[in-house]
């Protein structure tokens, strides 16, 4: 499936009429680290917003941020004044989103006033897709612009949920994204393709990693996408984490190099570390076959010969190369596998990209980015992620409001 049909039969917001006193929830994904490295994530909606609140709609934004689930959720005022200063008009933060309070706030909007409600991820409603959340949420509004392409292979109630109460139409920056990574998606049996899939998050196992090893020629596991391969190869991995998710992350992770078409690199050397609360010590080189000892993780790992000599190939041949997670323990000055793979992936004749929040802001590179990691690759893999299933869905809903747009 293309972007084409993907986006056949959404609503897009840009082409609707928005008139003055109009009341639209944005949803919106400024899950942004603290310190704001890197706030593409914000950027990306300020034109959508600028759009409804040119044109004099009333503008509650719902963003999530961190989890509930691992109490890494806060609330979002520095994101508001942020938020303010690009937009270039004050942008009121309030705190509360599913309460009388929240809906009265919104109500007392002014036409063209902007407004950050709190992080949805404060209630544990929000990542269990809960109904009543959802239409609480909906409250704030009588049309919803769903942008957020980094939480959009989420099934939760401020972007899908909320589509079951309000008419939905897909913010550019949603489209914006899909058709950005169309050049990644599917064989490109011409050019060779590399992709890097490392990272912390399940999806770089679950969905990345089957996904490389089905489209792609070479597939480069880092970060603890390696920990379950060298796991499931039977090399002892010492304290190496296999993060959370760790059956569906096996499963995939035996499935993945069950046939794959790809060539998968298994590095013969890793770098190990042991941690404590002060940091890493006592990094040293290892051979996978001598096993990492108890204690000891893997935080980085050396290229084999043949893959530097493909990354040369990928330069020559104007090929495509994706990391999605970062490779190695960049951020903690682990950066051999990273800084391999950035340095081919800046070669102006390279066609690479960076995916992901974590691994944008944390690898140097100007070139190519998707805000979305785990969303970026479910579309790699699918060409659909379920919001714009859900804003498909929502169509009937939308044609109906759209006259009396
Ligand atoms: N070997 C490793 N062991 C533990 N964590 C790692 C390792 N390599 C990379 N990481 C971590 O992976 C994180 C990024 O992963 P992830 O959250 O999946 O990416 P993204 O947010 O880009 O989707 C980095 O913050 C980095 O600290
Ligand atoms: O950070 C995000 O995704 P990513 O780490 O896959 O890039 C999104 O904001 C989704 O957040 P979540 O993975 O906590 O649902």
Same mark, same amino acid.
């Given at each position: 499936?293309?972007?084409?049909?993907?986006?056949?039969?959404?609503?897009?917001?840009?082409?609707?009429?928005?008139?003055?006193?109009?009341?639209?929830?944005?949803?919106? $994904?400024? =899950?942004?680290?603290?310190?704001?490295?890197?706030?593409?994530?914000?950027?990306?909606?300020?034109?959508?917003?600028?759009?409804?609140?040119?044109?004099?709609?009333?503008?509650?934004?719902?963003?999530?941020?961190?989890?509930?689930?691992?109490?890494?959720?806060?609330?979002?005022?520095?994101?508001?004044?942020?938020?303010?200063?690009?937009?270039?008009?004050?942008?009121?933060?309030?705190?509360? =989103?599913?309460?009388?309070?929240?809906?009265?706030?919104?109500?007392?909007?002014?036409?063209?006033?902007?407004?950050?409600? %709190?992080?949805?991820?404060?209630?544990?409603?929000? /990542?269990? =897709?809960?109904?009543?959340?959802?239409?609480?949420?909906?409250?704030?509004?009588?049309?919803?612009?769903? $942008?957020?392409?980094?939480?959009?292979?989420?099934?939760?109630?401020?972007?899908?949920?909320?589509?079951?109460?309000?008419?939905?139409?897909?913010?550019?920056?949603?489209?914006?994204?899909?058709?950005?990574? /169309?050049?990644?998606?599917?064989?490109?049996?011409?050019?060779?393709?590399?992709?890097?899939? $490392?990272?912390?998050?399940?999806?770089?196992?679950?969905?990345?990693?089957?996904?490389?090893?089905?489209?792609?020629?070479?597939?480069?596991?880092?970060?603890?996408?390696?920990?379950?391969?060298?796991?499931?190869?039977?090399?002892?991995?010492?304290?190496?984490?296999?993060?959370?998710?760790?059956?569906?992350?096996?499963?995939?992770?035996?499935?993945?190099?069950?046939?794959?078409?790809?060539?998968?690199?298994?590095?013969?050397?890793?770098?190990?570390?042991?941690?404590?609360?002060?940091?890493?010590? /006592?990094?040293?080189?290892?051979?996978?076959? /001598?096993?990492?000892?108890?204690?000891?993780?893997?935080?980085?790992?050396?290229?084999?010969?043949?893959?530097?000599?493909?990354?040369?190939?990928?330069?020559?041949?104007?090929?495509?190369?994706?990391?999605?997670?970062?490779?190695?323990?960049?951020?903690? %000055?682990?950066?051999?596998?990273?800084?391999?793979?950035?340095?081919?992936?800046?070669?102006?004749?390279?066609?690479?990209?960076?995916?992901?929040?974590?691994?944008?802001?944390?690898?140097?590179?100007?070139?190519?980015?998707?805000?979305?990691?785990?969303?970026?690759?479910?579309?790699?893999?699918?060409?659909?992620?379920?919001?714009?299933?859900?804003?498909?869905?929502?169509? %009937?809903?939308?044609?109906?409001?759209?006259?009396?747009?």
């Amino acid at each position: 499936m293309s972007v084409s049909t993907t986006i056949h039969s959404v609503g897009l917001l840009r082409e609707q009429p928005i008139h003055p006193g109009q009341r639209w929830v944005y949803s919106a $994904g400024f =899950n942004v680290a603290s310190g704001m490295t890197d706030t593409s994530r914000i950027d990306c909606e300020l034109d959508d917003l600028r759009y409804l609140a040119d044109r004099g709609a009333r503008v509650a934004i719902l963003s999530h941020q961190g989890s509930h689930r691992d109490g890494t959720a806060v609330h979002l005022s520095g994101t508001a004044e942020y938020l303010g200063k690009r937009l270039g008009r004050p942008v009121t933060y309030i705190p509360e =989103n599913a309460s009388d309070d929240a809906v009265t706030a919104a109500r007392s909007l002014a036409d063209g006033q902007v407004a950050l409600f %709190g992080n949805t991820r404060l209630h544990s409603g929000e /990542e269990d =897709n809960d109904p009543v959340l959802a239409a609480q949420f909906a409250r704030l509004g009588d049309y919803a612009a769903i $942008g957020g392409f980094s939480k959009a292979h989420r099934r939760h109630a401020s972007n899908v949920g909320i589509l079951r109460h309000l008419p939905g139409w897909a913010a550019s920056s949603l489209i914006d994204e899909t058709r950005r990574l /169309e050049p990644w998606a599917g064989r490109s049996p011409k050019t060779p393709s590399i992709a890097a899939v $490392g990272g912390v998050k399940s999806e770089k196992s679950v969905v990345g990693l089957p996904c490389f090893a089905r489209d792609y020629d070479i597939v480069v596991p880092g970060g603890i996408v390696l920990n379950h391969v060298l796991h499931h190869l039977g090399y002892a991995i010492g304290s190496s984490p296999l993060g959370n998710d760790v059956e569906r992350r096996a499963a995939a992770t035996k499935a993945a190099l069950a046939n794959p078409r790809a060539r998968i690199h298994v590095p013969r050397r890793v770098v190990i570390a042991r941690a404590d609360r002060h940091g890493w010590h /006592e990094a040293h080189t290892v051979s996978v076959s /001598e096993g990492v000892p108890t204690g000891f993780s893997i935080v980085d790992f050396h290229l084999h010969p043949w893959l530097i000599q493909e990354l040369r190939r990928v330069a020559a041949c104007g090929g495509r190369l994706i990391i999605a997670g970062t490779p190695s323990l960049h951020t903690h %000055g682990f950066t051999q596998a990273s800084s391999a793979l950035l340095d081919a992936a800046r070669t102006p004749t390279v066609n690479a990209m960076l995916l992901g929040g974590d691994t944008v802001a944390e690898l140097p590179f100007d070139g190519a980015t998707s805000t979305g990691g785990g969303s970026a690759l479910c579309y790699l893999d699918q060409a659909d992620v379920v919001v714009l299933d859900a804003l498909r869905r929502n169509n %009937g809903l939308t044609m109906r409001s759209r006259r009396a747009l």
